[in-house]
């Protein structure tokens, strides 16, 4: 058995709660006078999730264990103005708790996972690699031609006709 998805990962779970939570403060009219941690709290709050994402994406143990550690330097970003939000009035004492609460249950589960893939055995790694290499080589193989106009957007896309314009029918 294995984790094909990446919200199946308990460190992207938090890191989603955490954002869901963060975004709810975010909302709050009392915000629009503090712009910076409104920014600051967003950011951080979805670079927690997409780098997780990003790093699952790499197939390699060592790149996934950099992103997470991302992910966890996130999370700790949000931790460290927990205090401001409250001083600030923008959040309540136990809004910042539950915050804190689950940021630090989701480094915790980044911690053990960076273990983990830090911990896999050499045979395993190039395993993965290879694994790797060939759904990128599958995936490569399934999409369908460039156009020589833009090469960043398949042919027969829209604005995009299989034959350039002006071409006799």
């Not at 599958?138 to 071409?167: C, F, L, V």
Request: charged letters at 30%; hydrophobic letters at 30%.
């Amino acid at each position: 058995m294995g984790i094909y998805d990446y919200t199946e990962f308990i460190a992207g779970q938090r890191a989603n709660d955490v954002r869901h939570l963060v975004r709810g403060l975010r909302t709050r009219s009392v915000f629009n006078e503090h712009r910076w941690l409104r920014t600051q709290l967003r950011r951080a709050a979805n670079s927690s999730c997409t780098s997780i994402v990003e790093g699952y994406g790499k197939f390699y143990p060592r790149e996934f264990a950099r992103y997470l550690e991302i992910s966890k330097g996130s999370l700790k970003e949000i931790i460290d103005h927990l205090p401001d939000v409250v001083g600030l009035g923008l959040a309540s004492a136990e809004e910042a708790t539950e915050i804190r609460r689950l940021a630090r249950r989701g480094c915790k589960a980044i911690v053990g996972l960076i273990l983990y893939l830090e911990s896999l055995p050499q045979e395993r790694v190039e395993e993965l690699r290879r694994l790797g290499q060939r759904a990128r080589a599958k995936r490569n193989r399934a999409e369908p031609p460039r156009n020589p106009g833009n090469p960043r957007e398949p042919s027969g896309t829209p604005g995009n006709p299989r034959e350039p314009p002006g071409t006799p029918r």
